[in-house]
């Protein structure tokens, strides 16, 4: 009876660890897979290769950053003047996830109410993993860009957007973002 007893306790510790692994938190993915389909959605990637640093002057500083980059992952979502409580339910989705600040640290908030932005990250200060800007306009819309890279920080952002103005851009790699841009 004895060894039935650990049986049974050893089944229930498995199935309560699988149950917990299982649990589903929202996250910023699932909620890019969710909409990547939905009307008045635009999701894309933006790889790293789009960027051409070959000409640019690059100081050790901005290729060590651009070297911690992978890619961009891109939410827009345009807003229906004739149905604005999507746009809100949206807007208070984002947030939600955003708040969850066991995975998502909050860097810096701009704007009020219900047009602004956020600055957040995955990671630790020194190692970060994944950037989120959010910014919403109730008017234009909302979007969600995650920046994808290995061991970033903080500043890098800034470094990253530095390179990006002094990089060309291969526009062959944006063609299909062409008819998502159209009004």
């Not at 990006?164 to 009004?183: A, G, H, R, T, Y």
Request: charged content about 20%.
């Amino acid at each position: 009876m004895n060894t039935t007893l650990r049986l049974t306790y050893s089944v229930l510790a498995l199935l309560s660890l699988a149950l917990y692994g299982c649990h589903s938190e929202p996250s910023m993915q699932k909620y890019f897979v969710a909409h990547q389909q939905k009307p008045g959605f635009s999701v894309f990637d933006i790889p790293s290769s789009v960027i051409n640093t070959e000409k640019a002057q690059l100081t050790a500083e901005q290729k060590r950053v651009l070297g911690t980059f992978k890619k961009l992952n891109v939410l827009f979502y345009k807003a229906d003047p004739k149905n604005p409580k999507v746009m809100d339910d949206e807007q208070q989705q984002v947030r939600q996830i955003l708040k969850d600040t066991l995975q998502y640290q909050p860097l810096i908030k701009f704007g009020s109410g219900k047009e602004g932005g956020s600055i957040s990250f995955v990671g630790t200060e020194d190692h970060v993993d994944e950037l989120i800007l959010f910014g919403s306009k109730k008017a234009g819309g909302l979007a969600v860009i995650r920046v994808l890279g290995d061991n970033m920080n903080p500043a890098d952002a800034m470094t990253l957007l530095s390179v990006l103005q002094n990089s060309e851009v291969n526009l062959q790699q944006l063609e299909p973002l062409k008819d998502i841009l159209k009004p």
